[in-house]
């Protein structure tokens, strides 16, 4: 079965970075549409940003527009969320997840497949 396994989180101050990754087990993911997901304490899971493999295209929530950015990398078989300007609304655990279509998109429900997710914390 396929798996994906996030990488990255931790903890940085308001204004710092972060560089999450995530890694596919397997190199079939060349029609799929990845995706990051965040779910903060007492909150539902939101979209974050998503990214056709094949096509590159990308769609990000408004709440990150400008600050995060999503990429693939083909040799290493993983996407990357660079996250820039990182605000304490932004403390969440993250997932990576796998939608089988090109996409890219935004549902939740189209995603089939999800890593274990990874802490992300930013204090004032």
């Known amino acids: 079965q396929v798996q994906l396994v996030e990488s990255g989180g931790g903890l940085v101050q308001t204004g710092g970075s972060l560089r999450l990754s995530c890694v596919a087990s397997?190199?079939?993911?060349?029609?799929?549409?990845m995706g990051w997901f965040r779910q903060a304490p007492g909150k539902e899971r939101e979209f974050v940003a998503a990214i056709s493999w094949a096509v590159g295209s990308t769609v990000y929530a408004d709440s990150v527009k400008g600050r995060f950015t999503i990429s693939r990398e083909y040799a290493r078989n993983t996407i990357d969320l660079q996250m820039d300007s990182l605000k304490p609304e932004d403390t969440a655990v993250y997932y990576c997840a796998a939608a089988p279509s090109v996409g890219p998109f935004r549902t939740e429900t189209l995603y089939h497949i999800w890593g274990q997710g990874i802490q992300v914390t930013v204090s004032s």
């Open positions: 397997e190199r079939t993911f060349s029609r799929y549409t």
